[in-house]
């Protein structure tokens, strides 16, 4: 039976660390996020073991690039193992970004009393940081309660009022 050749080295990189010093690791996957790039990289560091020696180790951590790894010159990155997200979609291209789904009830009146408040999108800026995320039906719920209006400002209103009145409003000669 043959021997399997080991694996190969991961190539070198410069890691700069938070107080600004640069040290050379290696760079063992790339990870793309959403606006970003997420390096995984070993860095030479020590450890002490049971018998109380010191013995060199790698401290493996993600690091977000390029703000925290450099390129060493010379050197080929094109076999590291690299995710990418998908491509988007049809749909994405044509109606570009989306808002994050769900609202917030802004409470008014201190929210003293059922119903006073103003429900938002969850990234309307009118919003009250920290609010609850309600579901669908929670912020129908919320807005069939006596006092409780849809803000205007962000997509609130136009998304739940069709909702709330029926979708035939304003049809068979309906205002």
Same mark, same amino acid.
């Given at each position: 039976?043959?021997?399997?050749?080991?694996?190969?080295?991961?190539?070198?990189?410069?890691?700069? +660390?938070?107080?600004? &010093?640069? !040290?050379? @690791?290696? +760079?063992?996957?790339? &990870?793309? !996020?959403? @606006?970003?790039?997420?390096?995984?990289?070993? !860095?030479?560091?020590?450890?002490?073991?049971?018998?109380g020696q010191v013995e060199p180790a790698w401290y493996v951590v993600w690091v977000q690039a390029p703000g925290h790894v450099k390129p060493v010159?010379?050197?080929s990155y094109n076999n590291v193992p690299t995710t990418r997200l998908p491509p988007p979609t049809t749909e994405q291209q044509i109606l570009g970004e989306r808002r994050p789904s769900g609202w917030v009830l802004q409470k008014l009146n201190g929210g003293r009393g059922p119903g006073r408040g103003i429900i938002h999108a969850v990234d309307c800026e009118e919003a009250s940081a920290g609010a609850p995320l309600l579901?669908?039906?929670k912020a129908l719920d919320a807005a069939e309660q006596p006092g409780t209006r849809l803000c205007s400002l962000c997509s609130a209103a136009a998304e739940l009022d069709p909702v709330l009145k029926g979708f035939d409003h304003g049809f068979d000669g309906e205002e």
């Open positions: 039976m043959a021997d399997t050749p080991p694996e190969p080295e991961p190539p070198p990189i410069i890691v700069v +660390l938070p107080d600004g &010093q640069e !040290v050379t @690791g290696r +760079l063992q996957e790339r &990870q793309q !996020v959403q @606006g970003a790039w997420l390096y995984k990289v070993a !860095v030479p560091a020590w450890q002490n073991t049971p018998s010159p010379g050197v579901t669908l039906d």
